[in-house]
């Protein structure tokens, strides 16, 4: 068979992902009482999505 695509060694676009953060915060922010579970999910994906950003950041700043 054909291989399979490489999506995990393309950064997604440095915009798509601040979206992604400011909508991730803006569901966060609309639940009027969010339990420790759902904080502690939300922190965990805002940071993940953080470390991708800052990742394609610093590789949209350096030739390839």
């Known amino acids: ?23 991730l915060d803006a569901r966060f922010e609309s639940q009027p009482s969010p339990t420790p579970e759902q904080e502690a999910a939300y922190r965990t994906q805002r940071a993940e999505l953080k470390a991708i950003l800052a990742d394609a950041l610093a590789k949209s700043e350096r030739p390839a």
């Open 1 to 23: 068979g054909s291989p399979a695509p490489a999506t995990a060694s393309v950064a997604p676009h440095p915009d798509a992902l601040a979206a992604r953060i400011a909508s």
